[in-house]
């Protein structure tokens, strides 16, 4: 039970899924009967992102990608995030679209709670100074590029060499993150409040092929040693090229994602044996 409930909403629909829109429409009419406050807009409008700030709690409606974008945006101002699943897996999502009205009704009397999520801080350094950083909720993923040829990253811990993964890439994920590409690639499965860092090779050869679990107080560097492609992508999005000699260097995040949960939180593992089932992006090229 939440002692303050929540008067003023933001939400964001992905302008990919044809009822997003709609959706939206609905909520944001029915808080408002309710005498709170509700706006609503796409997640790729950059002025409602920087004016989002002014809410208690934002609304996801999508998949988890969207989920992903929402959430961190919450990070930055301590902003709690409901995610609605209008996607095919929504792992990440508490609330299936049919189940609005009612969820609606228990936030608004402050009937829920709230879910604390790591997050990682990654920096790309070039010749010692830093290109950008970034903040990541589900993962760092680097790869090689169309060449089929691995990469060799050389690893450390804490300023301590651990190996020289020579591999097709290496992720370095959260545990929002464990059950992603780091799981696709034959990870450990991490509780979602753990305060852990992952890492995990991508069909590592003739070095260090198992996960690492280490903790939230790690700063992890890889340097990129590479004659031909490397990319890195922060949680999904467009990739950006890595030269020789580059840096990455991996620690906690000061941000912390905060997701709204109707359910306890038993029901990640019922979530998790339910998608192991039966994995619904199966069908996406139906």
Same mark, same amino acid.
């Given at each position: 039970?939440?002692?303050?409930?929540?008067? !003023?909403?933001?939400?964001?629909? !992905?302008?990919?899924?044809?009822?997003?829109?709609?959706?939206?429409?609905?909520?944001?009419?029915?808080?408002?009967?309710?005498?709170?406050?509700?706006?609503?807009?796409?997640?790729?409008?950059?002025?409602?992102?920087?004016?989002?700030?002014?809410?208690?709690?934002?609304? #996801?409606?999508?998949?988890?990608? /969207?989920?992903?974008?929402?959430?961190?945006?919450?990070?930055?101002?301590?902003?709690?995030?409901?995610?609605?699943?209008?996607?095919?897996?929504?792992?990440?999502?508490?609330?299936?679209?049919?189940?609005?009205?009612?969820?609606?009704?228990?936030?608004?009397?402050?009937?829920?709670?709230?879910?604390?999520?790591?997050?990682?801080?990654? #920096?790309?350094?070039?010749?010692?100074?830093?290109?950008?950083?970034?903040?990541?909720?589900?993962?760092?993923?680097?790869?090689?590029?169309?060449?089929?040829?691995?990469?060799?990253?050389?690893?450390?811990?804490?300023?301590?060499?651990?190996?020289?993964? =020579?591999?097709?890439?290496?992720?370095?994920?959260?545990?929002?993150?464990?059950?992603?590409?780091?799981?696709?690639?034959?990870?450990?499965?991490?509780?979602?409040? #753990?305060?852990?860092?992952?890492?995990?090779?991508?069909?590592?050869?003739?070095?260090?092929?198992?996960?690492?679990?280490?903790?939230?107080?790690?700063?992890?560097?890889?340097?990129?040693?590479?004659?031909?492609?490397?990319?890195?992508?922060?949680?999904?999005?467009?990739?950006?090229?890595?030269?020789?000699?580059?840096?990455?260097?991996?620690?906690?995040?000061?941000?912390?994602?905060?997701?709204?949960?109707?359910?306890?939180? /038993?029901?990640?593992?019922?979530?998790?044996?339910?998608?192991? =089932?039966?994995?619904?992006?199966?069908?996406? #090229?139906?």
């Amino acid at each position: 039970m939440i002692e303050n409930p929540p008067k !003023h909403f933001v939400i964001f629909h !992905h302008p990919k899924v044809k009822e997003s829109l709609g959706l939206a429409e609905e909520i944001a009419a029915f808080i408002k009967k309710q005498g709170a406050v509700a706006e609503y807009s796409s997640i790729d409008d950059e002025a409602k992102r920087a004016s989002a700030s002014e809410a208690d709690m934002l609304i #996801a409606l999508g998949g988890d990608g /969207t989920m992903l974008r929402v959430g961190r945006l919450g990070a930055f101002n301590s902003q709690p995030v409901l995610g609605i699943n209008l996607g095919r897996l929504g792992f990440l999502m508490d609330v299936q679209p049919q189940g609005w009205p009612g969820v609606m009704r228990r936030l608004l009397c402050g009937e829920y709670r709230l879910e604390e999520r790591l997050m990682l801080h990654v #920096a790309h350094c070039q010749n010692g100074v830093t290109l950008r950083a970034y903040e990541i909720l589900n993962e760092l993923a680097i790869s090689r590029g169309a060449v089929v040829r691995p990469i060799r990253l050389q690893t450390a811990v804490d300023d301590t060499p651990l190996t020289t993964y =020579v591999a097709d890439g290496l992720i370095a994920s959260t545990p929002t993150g464990s059950t992603a590409y780091a799981l696709a690639v034959g990870g450990p499965i991490l509780a979602p409040e #753990a305060k852990s860092i992952l890492l995990v090779p991508i069909a590592p050869h003739l070095c260090m092929d198992r996960a690492l679990i280490l903790p939230p107080e790690t700063v992890v560097e890889v340097t990129i040693r590479t004659d031909h492609q490397a990319l890195f992508s922060a949680d999904g999005q467009r990739s950006t090229p890595l030269q020789d000699q580059d840096v990455l260097r991996v620690r906690a995040s000061q941000h912390v994602a905060r997701f709204v949960r109707m359910t306890p939180p /038993t029901d990640f593992y019922k979530t998790l044996a339910d998608r192991m =089932v039966k994995n619904p992006a199966a069908d996406k #090229a139906k």
